[in-house]
């Protein structure tokens, strides 16, 4: 429906006349009358207003598809950083609305999920900040660590905090539940390794190799850092090498090599993977992962201005790649480069 024809369908709903319409909004009868026939369209700024009056959404006014709706929702989490509360609520009510649409569930799931997230990392970067105020100002006082360690994801020393048990038990229940599913698997030995649960790790490798759809650079991977798990570093890093001289121009296998030696701290070598395989990459548009790296291990080493020119090429690929103008993703690194460049100044 045009939005002439919901604007008039909505104000006969409202038993509001053009003129009585018109001074709610702040605006001539004139203009109601101009929208209802098509000649002309409400100014944005209006259309918030506009749809308070008649107690509908803005995507309501627009008669908007569920399908629509949902994607318009999955841009938004996508390019803005936080949510007014109205909007947010909005968003809530209706994807809670779509979880009993048996066609819209799965996604309706999905999107639900990324709305609290969304709403929570906004607030974790809120509590991090205050957190890490509070820490400068009384850095002898044990108060505020444990915040950062939810918000930021801050190692703990206590064990019974650190560990994965709990997502090793998701994980696992979920692979016992579909055993011919592959990527509940990877989730389940990430977990498992980040406690040096080797052989329950291997377990699970074994039986997620012989999956029709199974990757071998991901088992060869695996095994390396099974083997790393186990202490064993000649064997893990034979494994990899191993890969490197096999594929030495597949972005894919030098990505997970440029992986392993990161975690292993060997940040020469790691970089060196992590530019061949940004330049081997033969998708287009390439995702940022391997900038992303390198620009870290950059910081990592102390040198931020080769870490904030490493942010420059992350902002070019956004922009001529992606074609991104507004996208969280860029604004972080534009902050990211004016960090980085306030920090070289100080050293």
């Known amino acids: 429906m045009e939005l002439g024809k919901k604007i008039r369908q909505l104000r006969f709903r409202a038993k509001l006349t053009q003129e009585q319409l018109a001074n709610k909004l702040g605006i001539a009868p004139q203009s109601v009358s101009k929208w209802e026939n098509a000649a002309s369209m409400p100014d944005i700024t209006t259309l918030p207003l506009l749809a308070e009056v008649f107690g509908v959404t803005i995507d309501e006014l627009f008669d908007l598809t569920s399908e629509q709706r949902l994607s318009r929702i999955e841009n938004s989490l996508d390019i803005t950083e936080e949510l007014s509360p109205d ?26 999920a990324y709305l609290y997230w969304h709403r929570m990392n906004a607030c974790a970067q809120k509590a991090a900040h205050y957190a890490k105020e509070a820490i400068r100002t009384a850095p002898g006082v044990k108060d505020c660590q444990w915040i950062l360690d939810r918000a930021e ?4 020393w206590d064990w019974n905090i650190a560990n994965h048990a709990k997502a090793v038990a998701f994980w696992r229940g979920v692979v016992e539940e579909n055993p011919d599913v592959r990527l509940p698997y990877l989730y ?3 977990n498992l390794l980040a406690d040096h649960r080797a052989d329950e790790a291997e377990h699970y490798l074994e039986r997620v190799s012989r999956l029709p759809d199974a990757r071998p650079v991901m088992v060869r991977a695996y095994r390396a850092h099974i083997a790393l798990a186990r202490f064993d570093e000649k064997t893990a890093d034979g494994i990899i090498e191993e890969l490197v001289a096999a594929h030495p121009e597949d972005f894919v296998y030098l990505f997970e090599a440029a992986q392993y030696y990161a975690k292993k701290c060997d940040y020469g070598r790691a970089i060196e993977l992590y530019e061949r395989s940004f330049e081997s990459e033969t998708r287009r548009p390439r995702f ?14 102390g040198e931020y201005g080769k870490a904030a020119d490493t942010c420059d090429r992350i902002i070019d690929l956004l922009e001529n790649e992606w074609g991104f103008t507004e ?16 920090k070289a100044q100080k050293v």
């Open 288 to 301: 940022t992962d391997a900038l992303m790296a390198i620009a870290d291990i950059h910081e990592i080493m």
């Open 153 to 156: 994801g801050h190692a703990a």
């Open 87 to 112: 909007l947010f609520r909005d968003y809530e009510d209706f994807l809670k609305a779509q979880l009993e649409d048996a066609q819209n569930r799965q996604r309706a799931t999905s999107l639900i």
């Open 327 to 342: 996208d969280t993703g860029l604004e972080h690194a534009r902050r990211e480069k004016a960090r980085l460049l306030e």
């Open 188 to 190: 389940l030995i990430d």
